[in-house]
């Protein structure tokens, strides 16, 4: 299996999403030795463009890329040449003609990865633009899952949060969906949007939504939205969906309690549970780190691809896959 | 070239006097003096148009483009918007306010009036701004514009947010007789959205706008309207409840016409898929239901005019990523080909396309034109309706290149138009004819 | 393609058997010895190993799996990313007698990425070499200090080693490659 971008789980088949994380199962080992290092892509420069803040995600991936021997650069859009009002093709343009391997892109506009895919030949690593997704993110939960629980098929998964403006969600649904895994969408009606329900079971009472899941997945509530009026308070907010230890107790016995961070805490999660026996927040992170060795091995160690053979693009290329 | 034209063969189409018929149109000084059974032959010093196979209709008038001049020349100019005009069978354009500066003034419509004459091509009406600036919170001198020689107002690019200065609009433009186009969004429900609210939206993680957003708006006109008795015209309309809400208005006979971009009866927000930047415009491409609303609204009258809604952008302003691109899409060189798509597709006679295309918004906007009538000005359009072209952005006569159709096959193409009995465009041999069956 | 068998099951099972005393020959035992296989069928000769060993000298050597693909040479010229199966050794390395196992030895640059990968683990008291076959064409200093049969081929040849635990049976076949 071949992968020149990663920029979404949409569409992603099973099987594509199942390699994905075997392979980056295969390297959690690397981060447990003394020296976490292999010399896979040494030589290989990796940059890191972060249109938005973003510490953990960025330290993750440089993490991620130091222990494959890579050498990684990073850009923020504060200090760099954005404030002085280049456009994103042009900051584009000018990294790929320093050839890097693969740049990594976090952006404010959904569809920005896509774009510069279209137009740069080096391979695109979505780390979240806009709303859309978060793929690596999504993966590495699945990951924790299935660590935990072996098999996705048929699980009962509960997101619950602001969905409308969440890409974590978005990429997370894609693949839990394809996964053969039954998803549960939780919040308050103002952040659900109705198209939700042709792809999950949708509903505004936590109680309801938790019962009997097995992973319960919160998500973060940005403060800003409270001021755009999609709930009156955050005190409202986390009273009626404020994942506390009575909602944890109708889960499974076994339930995994997950966040992608950074958290509010007794926000959308109580302190307790966050820091209690069911929660693999700590997991993931760890795991956010192998799989996204798992990524740059995969789509950065390769020979690249002659831009005349890449196709041309009527959809937006997620990950497409090479026959073979 | 005499200034007698005889336009000989063809099938005239001019729903303002009933004809569809063989018919030999002869112009003479740039006025139609004769429309009659053919045959009769060109006399000495008589020019033959050979219209063959062909349409003979008042030329076409685009009632909603902007072209851009004074203050956004790189985008287009009032000569190479004339020339797209011409190109796509349109003998005049009303164009729009948001110009920079704004024309709220005499001295900016009289700039317009004036840059047109220098192009010599079509006829260009201005469309004034309904308040000063297009802030919403003055009203501009519509008199003095009215003077200048503006058709109707309009603050398009912009909603009138404040209920009360639209119905100010209303009332004081009636005393001009000019209409108000209402461009129908309200802001704090579209929110910054950047298309249509629905299921494709939430694929793409790109924020909405529902259809509420503009049925909202639409629904307060045709009550303001039918307050003040004054005329109001709503632009591009893109909802099926709109067209819902203009209907039962016209059946309660308040005074409200609407209109239809052809993109907006063509195309649905899939379009947008792979974040196209072509795909987006305001109001946003919505979904199939509403697009076969608009149809029908076009068919039952409901909807009384398709216009381009022409609005040129560089391709900076386009190639970018999707939430930074401009709202707009060209259309002067497309709107009649996807018109006559309506043909096959959805059951619309070419007698309701022409009277969408040239009678109404002559009636509407009070001007010359739209007809074939005897003594009425020489403004023509010959429309080969088997003509079959492929859509090329890079020769548009237009300054941009801005639309989603590039490369589509198109059946049908005017291959003449006459603006007061000269000819100003042409087409060339090189359209591929069908073989008639 | 025809297919040349050059051992058969019993031939294996007896190379085996003999490397598995020479092993204990020569190191005196087993003391601080520990088996890693590469993978994958040198991960199942391992184990027979292990077997073998364990049935003579009634001790359990450690063994570990190294999967050597993070450290290939060839990986910016592949046109297609080979698949991570993961390296599991989970005994200290530091001052092992460690005995890699493979199951042909060729060119040897499997052998140098096995070697760098164990030397990110700890370092070893030393490291042999133990291969079923080796078939000459070497492209870099290596050689095996056990060996089950030695193989003379052309370098348009393909050596096929099959194994009960992957394959089905024991054997070893050659074929040439047709153009």
Known sequence: MTFRHLLGLEGMSCEEILYLLD??????????????????????????????????????????????????????????????????????RNLAAMRPDGIILRHPSSGAPHFLAQRVEC????????????????????????????????????????????????????????????????????????????????TSDLAEGVRGVDVIMTLRIQRERQGANYFPSLDEYSRYFCLNQAAVRLAKPDVLIMHPGPINRGIEIASDVADGPYSVIMDQVTNGVALRMAVLYLLVSGAQQEASEAQPVAHAPRLRRRAG | ???????????????????????????????????????????????????????????LIDMHVHLREPGYEYKETIETGSRAAAVGGFTAVACMANTNPVNDSAAVTETIIEKARAANLVRVYPIGAVTMGLQGEQLAEIGEMRRAGIVAVSDDGQ????????????????????????????????????????AVS???????????????????????????????????????????????????GIAVTGEASPHHFTLTDAAVDGYNTNAKMNPPLRCESD?????????????????????????????????????????????????????????????????AMSTNPARILGVPGGSLSVGAPADIAIID?????????????????????????????????????????????SGRRRKSA | MSERAVMDAQGVERALTRIAHEILERNRGTERLALVGIRSRGV???????????????????????????????????????????????????????????????????????????????????????????????????????????????????????????DGCDEVAITRDED
């Not at chain 1, 080992?29 to 896979?40: A, F, L, Q, Y």
């Not at chain 2, 859509?391 to 603006?419: H, L, Y």
């Not at chain 2, 000269?422 to 060339?428: L, Q, S």
Request: proline fraction near 5%; glycine fraction near 8%.
């Open chain 2, 159 to 198: 909603p009138i947010m404040s209920g009360e200065l639209m119905r100010r609009a209303l009332e004081y433009a009636g005393m001009f007789g000019i209409p108000v186009i209402a461009h129908e969004e309200d802001r704090g429900i579209a929110c910054g959205g950047v298309m249509h609210e629905g």
């Open chain 3, 44 to 166: 199942h000769l391992a184990e027979r190993l292990r077997a073998k060993i364990a049935a003579i000298e009634h001790s359990e050597l450690p063994t570990g799996i190294i999967d050597i693909t993070l450290y290939r040479d060839d990986l910016s010229r592949a046109r297609q990313q080979p698949a991570v199966k993961g390296t599991d050794i989970r005994f200290p390395i530091d001052g092992r007698r460690v005995l890699l196992v493979d199951d042909v030895l060729f060119t040897g640059r499997t052998v140098r990425a096995a070697l760098d990968a164990l030397v990110d683990f700890g370092r070893p008291q030393n490291v042999q070499l133990v291969v079923l076959i080796d078939r000459g064409h070497r492209e870099l200093p290596i050689r095996a200090d056990y060996v089950g049969k030695n193989l003379p081929t052309a370098v348009n040849e393909s050596v096929h080693v099959r194994l009960v635990e992957s």
């Open chain 2, 385 to 429: 309706p088997k003509r079959r072209w492929r859509v090329d952005p890079a020769v548009f006569a237009s300054k941009s290149r801005n639309t989603p159709f590039g490369g589509w096959e198109m059946e049908g193409q005017a291959v003449a138009t006459i603006v007061g009995g000269r000819v100003v465009h042409r087409a060339t041999i």
């Open chain 1, 123 to 202: 391979p695109i690593i979505n780390a979240g633009d806009g709303a859309h997704e978060h793929p690596t993110q999504a993966l590495l939960d699945l990951l924790t899952i299935r660590e935990r629980r072996g098999s996705l098929d048929d699980l009962k998964v509960a997101i619950v949060g602001d969905i409308l403006h969440s890409r974590v969600a978005r990429s997370n649904l894609h693949a839990l969906r394809a996964l053969g895994a039954e998803v549960r969408l939780i919040g308050p009606p103002t952040l659900l949007p109705r198209a939700l329900r042709e792809w999950a079971a949708v």
């Open chain 1, 23 to 92: 392979t980056a199962a295969s390297f959690r080992e690397i981060s447990e030795r003394e020296i976490k290092k292999v010399p896979t892509l040494r030589g290989k420069t990796v940059v890191g463009v972060f249109y938005e803040a973003s510490t953990r995600t960025r330290v993750s991936f440089e993490i991620a890329a130091k222990r494959m021997s890579a050498d990684f650069v990073s850009l923020s859009a504060s200090t760099s040449s954005v404030t002085k009002g280049e456009t994103l093709l042009d900051t584009a």
């Open chain 2, 291 to 355: 697009v076969a609303a608009v149809r029908a609204g076009i068919r039952d009258g409901t909807l009384d005019v398709i216009a381009s809604d022409h609005a040129p952008h560089h391709r900076d302003e386009k190639d970018v990523e999707f939430d930074a691109a401009l709202n707009g899409i060209v259309g002067l060189e497309t709107a009649l080909p996807l018109a006559l798509r309506l043909i096959a597709e959805a059951d619309i006679p070419i007698d309701t396309l022409i009277r």
């Open chain 2, 202 to 252: 939430l694929r793409l993680g790109l924020k909405g706008v529902p259809s509420a957003a503009e049925t909202v708006m639409v629904a307060r006109d045709i009550a303001l309207a039918e307050q003040t008795g004054g005329r109001v015209h709503i632009a591009h309309v893109s909802a099926a409840g709109s067209v819902e809400l203009i209907r039962s208005a016209k059946a309660r």
């Open chain 2, 1 to 59: 070239m005499s200034s007698r034209l005889l336009i000989a063969g063809g099938t005239v189409v001019d729903p303002a006097n009933g004809v569809h018929a063989s018919c030999d149109v002869l112009v003479l000084d740039g006025e139609i003096v004769e429309v009659a059974a053919p045959g009769h032959g060109a006399g000495s010093g008589v020019d033959l148009l050979d219209a063959t196979g062909c349409l003979v209709v008042p030329g």
